[in-house]
């Protein structure tokens, strides 16, 4: 159960949209794979960048979260739609771990809702763009997730993701991917 909150990876996302863009990538099948959620009672409390405040808050919301009794919100799928729009994306695949993430996405015809846990599933559909935060660094297995995560993009694709500190959870570690930042990869052959 991971808390996440409004505005917390958009920097990630925009990035990505701009690279996206030089590439004149269109009709993208974007992947978020196990986005985060907040309840709606704590989501208004969270600043945009963590600090002392979301360090206090974030525990407090996977407790209420727990209870399955507090409604939440999603706002990563809801900034990936709104950030790659220009780009007229072709699909956009939730792939989630928590199930009270699946009622936090409205269904459109944008968005496959697709109940899959990173951490044993590899995915069957590949990624022009793949977005993975706040994963890496908690799993009990990270370099299983991350080879599933590096599976998971197309030649030419993209991957925004953060590996912390941990150099060796780095997607550049695999040959293929070429860092373009310190948060986003290109997948070449």
């Known amino acids: 159960m991971k808390t996440s909150w409004k505005g917390r990876n958009r920097a990630w996302i925009e990035e990505a949209m701009r690279q996206a863009s030089r590439l004149n990538r269109r009709r993208l099948t974007l992947i978020d794979i196990d986005p985060g959620a907040v309840t709606r009672l704590l989501d208004p409390y969270f600043p945009i960048r963590q600090n002392w405040k979301t360090r206090l808050l974030a525990p407090l919301d996977r407790g209420l979260r727990s209870l399955g009794r507090f409604p ?36 459109d015809d944008l968005v496959i809702m697709n109940p899959t846990d990173i951490r044993h599933d590899s995915l069957l559909e590949l990624g022009d763009v793949v977005f993975c935060y706040n994963t890496l660094m908690t799993a009990e297995d ?36 070429i860092p373009l930042s310190e948060h986003l990869f290109l997948k070449e052959f």
Not at 80 to 103: C, E, K, S, T, W
Not at 145 to 173: E, F, H, M, Q, R
């Open 142 to 177: 990270p370099k299983r997730i991350l080879d599933n995560l590096l599976s998971s993009v197309k030649v030419g694709g993209l991957l925004s993701t953060d590996a912390g500190t941990d150099w060796s959870l780095s997607p550049s570690t695999n040959p293929m991917f």
């Open 72 to 107: 939440v919100v999603c706002h990563e799928v809801h900034e990936i739609r709104q950030v790659f729009a220009p780009l007229d994306p072709a699909h956009l695949y939730v792939l989630y771990a928590d199930p009270d993430v699946a009622h936090a996405v409205p269904e």
